[in-house]
Structures are given as structure tokens and as C-alpha cells.
């Protein structure tokens, strides 16, 4: 079935297809928390965003896109609780390592063998992913950027006429279709939050990248750059 990022706990995973990646998302909890698996096509490596709760359901997913690889890593976007619920239970399982910002990794219960900042890279198998720090959520949030593979359109005599690949952005709680991420109504936090969302994201990405919140439904940077203004002036 076409990807449409619809899902609900209890629910099926969504499914996208990519050259090099094979994204799967699916919800767990009683919080509608989303979880995304990126598996690596040629290596079968796999990396876990956020841990959330339902391990017996999370540890299904790993299975569904595992072939004949295994998860290398489980990375937390930030240290609220709905979002790591299950990750003890995964990492006990699975043995990955374990990775998130390193401003909130001491209020993650299992303890972080990676911190991770800004500028970062990620490596899955044969596929890399960038942290892009977001800070105002949490202190340490962070969000994932993975972009497809420039393309050569058929008739260009060079690779100097590629297009660029698409980027897929894993974003946590800093950036839904709307708005950023709450900060509790404190105006530091969230010219904060914004300043960071509109420089390392907006400005650096297309329309065409494709935005996975931590709930909710799928965006693109197209949908909601229009809106930037108008969430600046209402300060949420």
C-alpha cells in the first residue's frame, strides 16, 4: 500500500520505500507516541527513533525489517518519559547502543553510550544520518536528517545538473504540522525552539523534505513554511 503515515496504536506500521532506506512507522502507548525504524537495504542495519513503550510491539517492528540484520542503534529525540518508555526492555533485547543529545541524556533512565551534538553523524550500515540539535523542547532535543541520493535527470550530460536528494526529517516534539514543539509558554524557550527550527531546518531544506513528528501526522517543510510568521507572533 502507499505510505500515508497514518497509524494508530494497536494499528499496522507504514511503510515507505527508498532506494537506500526502508522507513517503518507505527504508534504505541496511551499517548499516541510515534516510532520509526530505518533499515539500511543493503546492510539490513537498523536504527530505532525513539523507544517509546510497548516493547513486545516495538521488538515486532525490529523483527518486520530486520532480515538478516539487526538494530544498531535506539536514538531518543529527548528525555520526556512517553518517549523512551520501552527502551530498556529494547536494548536488553537487542543489544543496540543506545544515543541521544547530550543535554538530556541525564534524565533518560537508561543510561546514554552516545551524546550527541550538533552536526553529528549517524552510520547505518551504508546510510548516514545528521543530528540537528533543536533546543527548547528540551535542552537536548534533537531531530535526524537523512537525504536520498542526488539523481541525474536523464537528458543532464553531467552530475553538475543532479537535483538533490529528498531529506527525511525525523523532528521528536520540536517541529508537528502547526507549530514547533511546547515550551510551557516561556518566551526564551520558545524564540529559542523557533530560532533553531527556522535556521537549521527551514533555512538549510527544501519544500520537498518530509518532516515525522514524534505524534501525530506527517508534514512537509512546503506546508508549513508559509506559517513561520504567523507562529513567531503567537509565541506558541
Known sequence: M??????????????????????????????????????????????LVDAAADPDRLL????DGSGAGRLSVVVT???????????????AVTGATTAAGADDAAGI????????????????????LEVIALRGHTPGSVAL??????RVPGEAPSR???????VHLFTGDSLFPGGVGNTQRDPERFTQLLDDVTE???????????????????????????????WRLRGW
Open 200 to 230: 537549521r531546518v527551514f533555512d538549510r531544506f527544501d519544500d520537498r523534505t518530509r518532516v515525522y513528528p514524534g505524534h501525530g501526522a506527517d508534514t512537509t517543510l512546503g506546508a508549513e513554511r508559509p506559517h513561520l510568521a504567523q
Open 60 to 63: 515486532e517492528l525490529i523483527r
Open 77 to 91: 529525540t529527548h528525555r520526556h518519559a512517553d518517549h523512551h518508555g520501552a527502551l530498556e526492555s529494547v536494548v
Open 160 to 166: 553538475s545538473e543532479a537535483v538533490p536528494g529528498r
Open 145 to 150: 536528517a537523512y537525504r536520498e541520493p542526488d
Open 2 to 47: 502507499p505510505y500515508d503515515g497514518d497509524v494508530r496504536p494497536g494499528g499496522p506500521s507504514a511503510v515507505r520505500e527508498l532506494d537506500e532506506v526502508v522507513i517503518r512507522k507505527a504508534s504505541v502507548g496511551p499517548l499516541d507516541n510515534n516510532v520509526y525504524l530505518v533499515t539500511c537495504r543493503t546492510s539490513r542495519s537498523q536504527l
Open 109 to 128: 533512565a537508561v543510561p546514554t553510550r552516545r551524546r550527541l551534538r550538533h552536526g553529528d553523524v549517524l552510520t547505518v550500515g551504508h546510510v548516514m
